[in-house]
């Protein structure tokens, strides 16, 4: 796979999104919910198969930091205390491309446990 650098990473003045471009000329932009239901970190993903954690109550959530992690990622800090997840470029890419299909995904399995996007 052909790796992808993203040359400008921006936060919406409402902190409700990320644009991101990559230098092939892609750009996306990614809704904080989606960023934070789908984070990469141990919290949401588990530490193995069958561990992921659906996050229910996140539909007003905003970005409130971004660390640079090597020279590969960026962790980004959440509103609600969330900072554990470090996204790698690639991952912002997939999140891009097929993150639409992922986030209607967690939109079912909520529905299923009888979840909500907004908080309680």
Known sequence: ???????????????????????????????????????PSAEVKGHGPGQEVTVPGKRNVQISAMHPTG??????????????????????????????DKFAEYEQKLAEKKLSRDAM
């Open 71 to 100: 020279n590969y990622a960026v962790r980004i800090g959440f509103d609600d205390g969330h900072d554990s997840g470090i996204f790698t470029w690639s991952y912002l890419r997939e999140l891009g491309e097929s993150g639409d």
């Open 1 to 39: 796979m052909t790796e992808f650098w993203p040359t400008d990473l921006k936060v919406s003045k409402d902190r409700r999104q990320l644009s991101v471009t990559y230098d092939d000329g892609q750009s996306f932009t990614l809704p904080a919910e989606m960023l934070r239901v789908l984070s």
